[in-house]
T-cell receptor, first 114, second 113 residues
């Protein structure tokens, strides 16, 4: 089944403890991105990647890192999480970076930073 | 800067009634507009994508229109069912923003049996 898989679905951690949220897609998509969703603020893009080894900042990249060493994987790294990074995170992918491609989303990761 | 607004934030209708969801955006220079459905605990599912050159798209009971000049899109859901209860989000892909989608805040819909 074609899908975008995020892990974990739920994560509770403490301030400053490094964590990684994984994202994997099995559709051979070139384009992948990360969003966070917060009440009243909607979804905002954190980082995106147009292909392997090509990443760029979105609207809210501060406090996050990403890497794209393989086409299928696009992990989101929080080196030193803080409470303001408590949010619902979504990974998304599309076949190419062409603007008229549909985005496919993962099921989300609910992160709580205490 | 592109801004996307969805009003109302929440909507409740009896089963069988037609749903009308609104989306407005401030900059008409877009590649496309996409409507998504979000269920609690699940990701976003793409419902319809309207290219900037199109006026509407249809899929089953869903019909989405786009008026780029006025910065508006409307999602119509005919003969609503309790299974249509979800949050509906619209998102535009601005020409000035590369591959980023700009999302509205969503409309939470409840269809009562």
């Amino acid at each position: 089944e074609a899908q975008v898989t995020q892990n974990p679905r739920y994560l509770i951690t403490v301030t400053g403890k490094k964590l990684t949220v994984t994202c994997s897609q099995n559709m051979n998509h070139e384009y992948m991105s990360w969003y966070r969703q917060d009440p009243g603020l909607g979804l905002r893009q954190i980082y995106y990647s147009m292909n392997v080894e090509v990443t760029d900042k979105g609207d809210v990249p501060e406090g996050y890192k990403v890497s794209r060493k393989e086409k299928r994987n696009f992990p989101l790294i929080l080196e030193s999480p803080s409470p303001n990074q408590t949010s619902l995170y979504f990974c998304a992918s599309s076949p190419r970076q062409a603007p008229n491609e549909k985005l496919f989303f993962g099921s989300g990761t609910q992160l709580s930073v205490l | 800067k592109q801004e996307v607004t969805q009003i109302p934030a929440a909507l409740s209708v009896p089963e069988g009634e037609n749903l009308v969801l609104n989306c407005s955006f401030t900059d008409s220079a877009i590649y496309n507009l996409q409507w998504f459905r979000q269920d609690p605990g699940k990701g976003l599912t793409s419902l319809l994508l309207i290219q900037s050159s199109q006026r509407e798209q249809t899929s089953g009971r869903l019909n989405a229109s786009l008026d780029k000049s006025s910065g508006r899109s409307t999602l119509y859901i005919a003969a609503s069912q309790p299974g249509d209860s979800a949050t509906y989000l619209c998102a535009v892909r601005p020409k000035a923003a590369g591959n980023k989608l700009t999302f509205g805040g969503g409309t939470r819909v409840l269809v009562k049996p």
